[in-house]
């Protein structure tokens, strides 16, 4: 057990909360009021539905679409991805059978280690937490690294449901390759001179991770935030989820993303932004809360090889253009995101110049 002065480094479960019953918060959830949720506003120009098989086969107003999505948005919701619709009922099956388990079962997965002193990524569990006035998310989370492979760590993979593990691998595999099609549409949108440069950057040694989140039914929904404002540090992320909830920030407004059914939103990740010189943002985006049901979604985060040192494309800066990001290598960067998203900062704004 962990000592009493390190009670506050370890998030309640905030699954537990909610089943409690209670109207009152704990405090620890409860945002200032000038960051606190509010209704979406309606757009003239909403966020686009991209068909990738059209876009595959060369049809030009699908990728005319796609430009307009990822020059304005930063996002798009992809149908006509060839993932099938079982897979990803499994996949939301799975996620949602493994968050109604026992608590005791689910935190043989704790993200906690050293005694419940340290937080890792990896595991189950919730934010990483550096002071005790943080402001935590209403949410539990399960983060896994998927790809490598010889990066597994299986002890970390749930053996219940029974056919987690399978119905993960089959999904991770699908994403990734719609991950790659959507980044060589990226490389000719920005104008990099090799369409495969973005895809290449996936190699090997690249990571990819994925989050299953819960969020859970909240009696006072506007005091709480299930995920704070963000960008990701992924080159580009793809989100299943199963009802509305998801906010993205357009010109200091917050826009619903709208749930389409089949469609996954596929939004572009901080490295991004940084290759492509500024040209296209990784879109600040947050998540909030509703007191009628819960919300269950999968994200997969596509980042580039730790080791690997991210800054502009040459081609992309010139006199005209100049550079507008340093150099970091990625792993520093996928760092100073977490220690970022607890102090509720942009890990991007580190590297402008």
Not at 108 to 123: A, C, F, I, R, S
Not at 318 to 327: A, C, I
Not at 333 to 350: F, N, T, V
Request: charged share 25%.
């Amino acid at each position: 057990m962990a000592d009493d002065e390190q009670q506050w480094k370890i998030p309640p479960n905030v699954q537990e909360l909610a089943a409690a019953g209670r109207d009152e918060l704990p405090s620890r959830y409860v945002v200032p009021h000038h960051d606190r949720p509010t209704s979406g506003v309606a757009s003239d120009d909403p966020i686009p539905v991209v068909d990738i098989s059209r876009l595959s086969s060369g049809a030009a107003d699908e990728a005319a679409k796609l430009r307009s999505a990822l020059q304005n948005w930063g996002l798009f919701l992809a149908v006509g991805h060839g993932i099938e619709p079982a897979l990803l009922g499994e996949m939301m099956a799975v996620t949602t059978n493994f968050f109604n388990l026992p608590l005791e079962e689910k935190q043989k997965y704790t993200n906690l280690v050293g005694g419940k002193k340290e937080h890792q990524l990896q595991g189950y569990g919730g934010d990483m937490i550096l002071s005790e006035s943080q402001v935590l998310d209403w949410s539990d989370r399960f983060y896994l690294i998927v790809e490598p492979e010889s990066r597994r760590l299986y002890d970390l993979w749930p053996t219940q449901p029974r056919s987690f593990r399978d119905v993960l691998h089959r999904y991770a595999a699908q994403c990734r390759e719609l991950a790659d099609g959507v980044l060589r549409e990226v490389a000719k949108v920005v104008g990099l001179r090799e369409e495969g440069c973005l895809v290449d950057m996936l190699d090997e040694k690249a990571v990819t991770y994925i989050r299953l989140n819960l969020y859970p039914r909240c009696p006072r929904p506007e005091k709480v935030l299930g995920f704070r404002p963000h960008s990701d540090a992924s080159m580009v992320t793809v989100v299943l989820n199963n009802a509305a909830g998801l906010q993205v920030l357009r010109d200091g407004e917050w826009y619903d993303v709208p749930v389409v059914p089949g469609a996954l939103v596929v939004n572009l990740g901080d490295t991004v932004e940084v290759v492509s010189n500024g040209l296209l943002k990784s879109p600040v985006h947050k998540v909030v809360a509703n007191s009628e049901s819960k919300r269950v979604s999968v994200a997969a985060f596509y980042t580039a090889d730790p080791e690997r040192e991210v800054e502009p494309a040459p081609e992309l800066v010139s006199e005209e253009k100049p550079r507008r990001y340093g150099k970091m290598k990625n792993s520093d960067y996928i760092r100073k995101l977490h220690e970022s998203l607890a102090r509720r900062e942009r890990a991007i704004d580190r590297v402008k110049i």
